[in-house]
DNA sequence: GCCCTAGTAAACATCG
DNA sequence: TCGATGTTTACTAGGG
C-alpha cells in the first residue's frame, strides 16, 4: 500500500525526475509480482499435495513421505529464504553465551527483542557474524533433515525388499532421482522466491551472496543422497516424521534466541512486504488495518500468522485459534524469528534505499564540473530561446576563478528544500516578497553555498533579495564587477528558476541595480559594469538589526554577541576580512585575491557596517570602485556609523566616476537607522 | 493604519 | 529600426 501510494506520487512529480520514475515502476514491480505469485503459489501448492495423500502402496507411501518431505522442505526454505539476507539475525548475545532459555520461550516472550534493538545492542558485524552462523546452522538442519529423509527412504526400500517385493534397483533410482528433481525444484522455487525478495527489496544481498545458500544445496543434498545416505549406514537418529526436527534446531539454535528480555510483541514487526512469502499479498494489504481493538495478527476475518490465514469470524476466535495453532512452540519460534529478521532486513533495505536515494540525488544535482545543457531545467523555459543562449554561454564561460561556494562538495546531500525557504517561495508562486536572507539574517552566500545544487536544479524561487543576489553575483567574481548580462548569466546559471520568465527578472534586476545605491555602475574598459559598494549595500536597510528600533533593542538584550544566531555567527567565521577597515584595500585586484571567496553577504539584515562612514562614495571608476568589505563584526551597526572617518567605499573620491546624487545624497550614518 | 522594503510592470531614454 | 541597457514611476504586498 505504501509503496503503491508512494510510487504513485513519484509518477505524478514534475518530468525529469527519470530516476524516481523507474523507481517507482520498479516498487511497482516487485511489490506485486513476488508476494503474489511465488509465495502465496508455493504454500498452497504444498498444501493441497498434502491433503490428497490417500495411501496405501510402498511406492505411493514413500511418495507421500517424500511429499511431506517437500512440503516441510519447502517450508523451512521459504522461511529461510526470509531470513537469509538479513545481515543482523535475531540471534543475540545468546550465540555467544550459551543462553540457557528455551528458544521458544526466549522467542514468544512478549519481553522479546526486537530487531531494532538487537541492531542497537549488536553491532554490524556481530550481526552479520551470527546471521553466517544462523545461515550455517539452517543449512546444517536442512542437510540432516535430507539425511534423515534419505535413511528413512532407505528403511523403507529394505522393509520392502524384506517383504518380497523386491523392487528393481532401477526403480529406486529412479525414485532417488525424482526425488533430487523434486529436491530442485524447490531450490529452484527457493531461489525465485528469493529473487522476489530481492526485487521487493528484501534481500539484499549481493547475486552470488544471495545465491550462496542455493548453490551450496544443489552441492551438499546430492552428496547427502550419494554420500551420506549410502545403503547401508546406519540411521544416526530416530527418524522423525515431521522431518524437521526444530527441537534439536532449538537446541543449537538458542543463539538465535532474543535475550529472555525484552519486547515488542510480534505486531510491533508486522510489515506488509515482511511477511513471509508464504504469505498472500492479501495479507500484506491487510496488515496496516488493526484497528486499536483488534489484534495486529487478526486482520479480514482470518488470522495473518505468517502462513496460516485461517479464517476466524471474531477476535475471540481468532485468539482462541491464537493460543492453540501458534502456541509457544518451535515452529512459531521460527517463523517468528524468520519475520523478526524479515523486518530487520526491511529496515535495512529501507535505509539502503534512502541512501541510494541519496546518492541518486546527489548524482544528479551535483555536477558542478559538467556541462550543463540548460534544456534540463526542471521546468522549461517558455520562451526563454533567446535567453537560452546567454545561459549557455555563461555556463562555458564560467569562470574558474570564481570562487565556488565550498559548501557544494561539503554539503550533506542537495536538500529538497532548502532551509528557510517557504512554500510560498517554491515557484509558481506570486511576487516572493520577503526573502529569507532578510528574515533570517542567513548570509546568501552561506545559504547558496549550501543549498547551490539545489537551486540550480530545482525550479524554485531563491529566497533572496534581487539586490542581495546581484550583489552575489558581483561579488563572486574575481574583480568584483559584472557587466549586465553577466549578472542575467550569474542568475541563470545559478538558479532554475531564473531561466524562465526571464522578462519579469531582469526587468527587475535592472530595477535593482538603478534603484539601490549601492550598485554601482562603472564606465569600464569593456562598456559598463556595476559594482557594489558594500557600505551602501549594508546601509541600504537594516531592517531587522538597525531599522527596526525594538528589534535591535531585543537583538541586544536577547542576545549576547556570543549568542547571535548560526547564520550570523557563520557569517562571522565566513567573512574573514581582514581588510575591510583598511582603505588601501580599496584596490579591486588585491581585494579579490584577498578575499576570494568571502565575500559574502553576511545576510544582508545582520551585516553591520563596518564602515564608517559617511557619505556613500560617488561611483567609482573601474579600478577604483571598490566593493568594500565589510567587517562584520557584530550587530551593532549604529556603533560603527559613529566612526567617523572616510568612508570605505570612496578611498578615492577623487577617483573619476560620475558623481551620483544617488551616492552622495543619503550617507549620514543617522539616516540608516532610521 | 502607517511606513518601509521588496517585487512587478511599464514607460521612457540612451546607445550601439 | 531594433534590441539591450538604464532610469524612473506607479502599484501591490508583506511585515514591523
Redesign the pocket.
Known sequence: MMVESASETIRSAPSGQNGVGSLSGQADGSSGGATGTTASGTGREVTTGADSNGEMSPAELLHFQQQQALQVARQFLLQQASGLSSPGNNDSKQSASAVQVPVSVAMMSPQMLTPQQMQQILSPPQLQALLQQQQALMLQQLQEYYKKQQEQLHLQLLTQQQAGKPQPKEALGNKQLAFQQQLLQMQQLQQQHLLNLQRQGLVSLQPNQASGPLQTLPQDLPQLWKGEGAPGQPAEDSVKQEGLDLTGTAATATSFAAPPKVSPPLSHHTLPNGQPTVLTSRRDSSSHEETPGSHPLYGHGECKWPGCETLCEDLGQFIKHLNTEHALDDRSTAQCRVQMQVVQQLEIQLAKESERLQAMMAHLHMRPSEPKPFSQPLNPVPGSS?FSKVTVSAADSFPDGLVHPPTSAAAPVTPLRPPGL?SASLHGG??????SS??FCSPISSELAQNHEFYKNADV?PP??????IRQAILETPDRQL???EI?NWFTRMFAYFRR?T??????V???????KC?V?VENVK????TVDEREYQK?????MT??P??VKNMISGLSYGALNASYQAALAESSFPLLNSPGMLNPGSASSLLPLSHDDVG??VEPLPSNGSSSPPRLSPPQYSHQVQVKEEPAEAEEDRQPGPPLGAPNPSASGPP?D?DLEEELPGE?L?
Open positions: 533567446s517557504g506570486g511576487p516572493a516578497r520577503r526573502r532578510d528574515k524561487r533572496f533579495t534581487y539586490a542581495s543576489l557587466t549586465l548580462n542575467y520568465n522578462a519579469t527578472w531582469k526587468n527587475a535592472r530595477h535593482n541595480l538603478s534603484l539601490h550598485f555602475r562598456g559598463a559594469v556595476w541600504r536597510r537594516p531592517p531587522k531599522g527596526s525594538t528589534l544582508a539584515p551620483e544617488r540608516e532610521s
